[in-house]
C-alpha cells in the first residue's frame, strides 16, 4: 500500500462533562475549541481544535477532540470509546487516535488480511450549525479498541469533504510528539506495520516505547506552556523536563 496514503488525523481525548471539560482544558492551556457538534445516532458531542504538527512538512490537517456522552441522546447498544464508563470518569483521558486515509476499504482489507482486524467501514455524520459533515470509519462490532485504544482507528473524509481543520482558527497549539507505552512495546511496533503504518514509525509521527502500564501520550506546546496529554490527564511540563 502507497506510503502516502496514511495521516496522522486526530487524537480523541474522552472528557466526563464536554462543556465542563472544554472550559477547563481551555483555561489552563489556552487552546480554544471553537467548533464541534453531535455525532448522529452514537450517543456523543465533541468539541475540536487544530493543531499544528511539529514537522512543518506535513499536511497540518490535524486536530485534538475532546468527545463525551451526550445528555440529549442515550447511548448506543455498545458504546464506543469506553463511554459507558463516563459517570465515573473524573478526568480526561487520551483515549485513542486516528489515522486518515483516501481509501479506508482498501487500508482495512489489508490489514485484515495482515492479522489486525479493524472492523466495518461505516458511514458517520456530525451536526454543526450550518451543515452536515460526513465521513467514514473504522468500528469494530462490539465497539472495542485496538489494544485498548493504543492502536489507531482508520478515518476516510470522502475526499470532497472538508477537513474539519481546514476551517479552525490558528489556535497557538503544535503537536510535538505521540508516545504509545506498552510493555510489550516490539509486539505494538509489528501491529502498527501490519496496519500499514510503518511510514508513519519511520517518520517519527508516532513512537512507541516501554511503558509498565499502557499509554497514550502526546506532547502539546500550546499558548501557556508545554503539557502532556495522557491515559491520566493533563499535566503541565516545568522548564526541566
Do not use: C
Amino acid at each position: 500500500m502507497s506510503r502516502a496514503l496514511f495521516r496522522l488525523d486526530h487524537l480523541v481525548t474522552v472528557v466526563p462533562n464536554l462543556l465542563a471539560s472544554t472550559a477547563m482544558f481551555e483555561s489552563q492551556t489556552g487552546i480554544l475549541f471553537p467548533s464541534g457538534g453531535e455525532h448522529t445516532g452514537m450517543g456523543t458531542w465533541n468539541r475540536v481544535s487544530g493543531v499544528d504538527h511539529s514537522r512543518r512538512e506535513l499536511d497540518r490537517r490535524l486536530y485534538l477532540e475532546l468527545i463525551a456522552r451526550n445528555p440529549k441522546e442515550p447511548l448506543t447498544q455498545h458504546p464506543w470509546l469506553g463511554l459507558d464508563r463516563a459517570p465515573t470518569l473524573r478526568e480526561l483521558s487520551l483515549i485513542t487516535w486516528a489515522v486518515r486515509t483516501t481509501d479506508i476499504e482498501k487500508a482495512a482489507a489489508s490489514a485484515r488480511k495482515a492479522g489486525v482486524v479493524m472492523g466495518s467501514v461505516l458511514p458517520m455524520s456530525r451536526a454543526m450549525p450550518d451543515k452536515t459533515l460526513n465521513w467514514k470509519l473504522t468500528l469494530r462490532d462490539d465497539r472495542s479498541m485496538l489494544e485498548g485504544g493504543l492502536l489507531p482507528f482508520f478515518i476516510d473524509w470522502l475526499g470532497n469533504e472538508a477537513h474539519p481543520a481546514a476551517s479552525l482558527a490558528e489556535s497557538g497549539s503544535r503537536l510535538l510528539s505521540l508516545r504509545i507505552l506498552h510493555a510489550e512495546p516490539e509486539r505494538i511496533r509489528k501491529n502498527l506495520i501490519s496496519m500499514g503504518l510503518e511510514s508513519l514509525l519511520d517518520a517519527g509521527d508516532v513512537q512507541v516505547q516501554y511503558g509498565d502500564s499502557p499509554d497514550l501520550v502526546a506532547r502539546i506546546q500550546a499558548p501557556k506552556g508545554t503539557f502532556d496529554l495522557s491515559r491520566s490527564g493533563l499535566k503541565k511540563l516545568t522548564q526541566s523536563q
